[in-house]
């Protein structure tokens, strides 16, 4: 089963700002990668696809790229509604599909 | 608008059968790119996927829960269903339906999610 690590756990950022999250995968997943976010009491949302492709109605400030075991998701600039929770998910070697343990994106 | 809703009881007892149903609404659950999911997530912790199933009935599951796990599709009601036998305080979690698209585009990932329903297990 791959582990996926996300880092930091918690990253504090003022509203404009710029959000660097991190997954890093236990064995290569290629480009295989996905990232969602969540807020409180909502499901997760499909952002990004396969490293870098951002899912419909995504905005244009989330980013991400990567491949093999590092990935990187940024946010240019963070708006009051990105504060959330973000998980990354391999899709390389399944089943089962894995999910990082996620990063919280705080108001500071 | 695709839509899915999770249903089923909030309250299970120890070692007995969890039961949900996702109903899907505004889209085809026969479409065959698409698999149909089960996701769970203890409160306050991090994604787990359960297991995916086609129109056809096609499964894949989790390892970890292949055991104690069944999916099964029900076309004419646009529904699929999760059953988690012999259940413990483990199971207590809030459990997610969706989709899972397996389209030349988009490939194995969750794209549309059900609100999601807690199911605790106590007695």
């Known amino acids: 089963e791959i582990v996926l690590t996300q880092s930091p756990a918690v990253l504090s950022l003022s509203p404009g700002e710029r959000a660097t999250l991190s997954c890093r995968a236990s064995q290569s997943v290629s480009s295989y990668l996905a990232w969602y976010q969540q807020k409180p009491g909502q499901a997760p949302r499909l952002l990004i696809y396969d490293a870098a492709n951002r899912a419909t109605g995504i905005p244009a400030r989330f980013s991400g790229s990567g491949s093999g075991t590092d990935f990187t998701l940024i946010i240019s600039s963070l708006e009051p509604e990105d504060f959330a929770v973000y998980y990354c998910?391999?899709?390389?070697?399944?089943?089962?599909?894995?999910f990082g343990p996620g990063t919280k994106v705080e108001i500071k | 608008q695709l839509q899915l809703q999770e249903s089923g009881p909030g309250l299970v007892k120890p070692s007995e059968t969890l039961s949900l149903t996702c109903t899907v609404s505004?889209?085809?659950?026969?479409?065959?790119?698409?698999?149909w999911g089960w996701i769970r997530q203890p409160p306050g912790k991090g994604l787990e996927w359960i297991g995916s199933i086609n129109y056809s009935g096609s499964t894949y599951y989790n390892p970890s829960l292949k055991s104690r796990v069944t999916i099964s599709v029900d076309t004419s009601k646009n529904q699929f269903s999760l059953k988690l036998s012999s259940v413990t305080a483990a199971d207590t979690t809030v459990y997610y339906c969706a989709r899972h698209p397996r389209t030349a585009m988009v490939s194995d990932v969750f794209d549309y999610w059900g609100q999601g329903t807690l199911v605790t297990v106590s007695s």
């Open positions: 505004g889209g085809s659950i026969s479409r065959s790119s698409y698999y």
């Open positions: 998910q391999q899709r390389s070697n399944w089943p089962p599909f894995t």
